[in-house]
């Protein structure tokens, strides 16, 4: 089992930044692949960031590419997503998620066996 617990949300104005952290606990994520996805209202949860199975490489949706970056401290088994830029359309009940199988489709939701509780971003225009 791997408890999850989300922090760092906030309401921000559009072209703030923010950093969202993922604080795991149980076992050592360092075996999991871990990624963020979001949720608006009234929405699908959708993909956000993650890891590959090395670690060496990251993958974005393309709303995101080159504002957001994930990233992982391993010695305090958390990691993060730096949001720069912020868009109103940004705006969201972010969670964090651990796929512990690395399967190969890191972007469905379905394939991530642990969740956080989410922590809501609010991006004012």
Same mark, same amino acid.
């Given at each position: 089992? =791997?408890? #999850?617990?989300? @922090?760092?949300?906030?309401?921000? $104005?559009?072209? +703030? @930044? #923010? /950093?969202?952290?993922?604080?795991?606990?149980?076992?050592? %994520?360092?075996? !999991? /692949?871990?990624?963020? %996805?979001? $949720?608006?209202?009234?929405?699908?949860?959708? %993909?956000?960031?993650? !890891?590959?199975? @090395?670690? @060496?490489?990251?993958? &974005? =949706? +393309?709303?995101?590419?080159? /504002? %957001?970056?994930?990233?992982? +401290?391993?010695?305090?088994?958390?990691?993060? #997503? $730096?949001?720069?830029? #912020?868009?109103?359309? +940004?705006?969201?009940?972010?969670?964090?998620?651990? *796929?512990? &199988?690395?399967?190969?489709? &890191?972007?469905? /939701? *379905?394939?991530? *066996?642990?969740?956080?509780?989410?922590?809501?971003?609010?991006?004012?225009?």
């Amino acid at each position: 089992q =791997v408890q #999850l617990v989300e @922090s760092g949300g906030g309401l921000v $104005q559009a072209g +703030d @930044s #923010l /950093r969202l952290s993922c604080a795991a606990s149980g076992r050592t %994520f360092s075996t !999991f /692949r871990m990624g963020w %996805f979001r $949720q608006a209202p009234g929405k699908e949860r959708e %993909f956000v960031a993650a !890891f590959s199975r @090395s670690g @060496s490489s990251t993958y &974005y =949706v +393309d709303s995101v590419k080159g /504002r %957001f970056t994930i990233s992982t +401290d391993n010695a305090k088994n958390t990691v993060y #997503l $730096q949001m720069t830029s #912020l868009k109103p359309e +940004d705006t969201a009940v972010y969670y964090c998620a651990a *796929d512990e &199988y690395y399967r190969a489709r &890191y972007y469905l /939701r *379905d394939n991530y *066996d642990y969740w956080g509780q989410g922590t809501q971003v609010t991006v004012s225009s």
